[in-house]
């Protein structure tokens, strides 16, 4: 008898008649409970070749039950089986088909002896990120703001730890949909010990899923958020290019000390575009300058703005967005103070990060 997880999950269920998958499982569940001198001799007979408690079996090997059909072929491909159980967690199909797909990219003849070198593990690495993210998301579905828009920070709070120097590492964000570009809370993390102080409030205005918010609460945080197309119950519907000019509900001048500006990338806001020339950077900034002008009148003299951003690598091509974003920074009116670029262990993310001080008193330095 084989004693890879699919053949033998399937021997046993093989022991029971039917077509329901459900209630052959439970037979096999109601036999594996019984004293083993009561098992069938078919039962016996798969189990004796397979070399494995029958508490495993329990717990572990009737779990694929559950699992998805991409998962199953995984596993078949040789994705040890722990392995696939943490990634048959993730809900979104679309992220466990991302997850998974280094190994369904591998030749079909590929056996379980000739995955290459750390494939497991990476794919085991992603899938923690991933029902991280997608926990995280729906954490985020049950937090809503006050009628004025702003969300408490947590009480207690946690102290954020930063990161040291100018160049970040964290774990990538595997679980974020496509088009959505959310930075990974450890850079917010990061950003929130670096630039606001304890109680500070922040004001997002690109917020999409509201990451930051939701993250910097956790450390002391207030936070008002704002998008053109929402994606959270707390973030309020608002253009970034016309806030101060008819400020919604909780927005005012100086409410804030730090300011973030976080757009579609280049690439994405490239894509939401009807013309398709190649090279439309200088109408990317006065976008994105535009949003900076629009909104820069929340944050107090002497505080900060960060503008996020990543430069764009396509084929035979690169656009170097950022050096564009701080030339939109400078025309406001605000002095890059820092830059940071965090990068993603493996180096599958890049985010730069410019940092402005607005003018007039106050405000620490950037670090
Ligand atoms: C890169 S995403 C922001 C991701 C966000 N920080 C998060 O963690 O989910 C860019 C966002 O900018 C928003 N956006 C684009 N133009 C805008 C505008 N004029 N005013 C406000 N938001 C805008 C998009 O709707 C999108 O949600």
Redo the contacts with the bound molecule.
Sequence with gaps: MSRKPLALYQALLATQSGDDEAARVRGVRRILQGERSTWPDAVRTVLDGAGVGDGYLLRGLLSIATFATDVRDALERGLPFVVARRVNRIADPAVRAEVLAPLVALPAETGAALLPRGLSRRIEADAVAAISAERSASMRAHITAGPDGWLDADDPAASPRRLPGHVWLFSPNRGAPRG????APRVVEALVARLLPRGGALV?????????ASVARRFGVRSWS????P?APFVRR????TLMTSPPRGVSAGCADLLVV????YAVWRRSRSSAHDDQLDLYRDDVGA?IAGSLGVVRPGRHVVVVSRPVRATGAVWLSTSHLAEALGDAGVRVVGYVVAVASGGSEDWHLLIGRTQGAGGGAPG
């Design positions: 959505e570009e959310p930075l997002d205005v690109t917020a999409g899923t509201g990451t930051i704002g998008d053109i197309a994606a608002a253009d970034a290019r976080h757009p579609p990338t949003m």
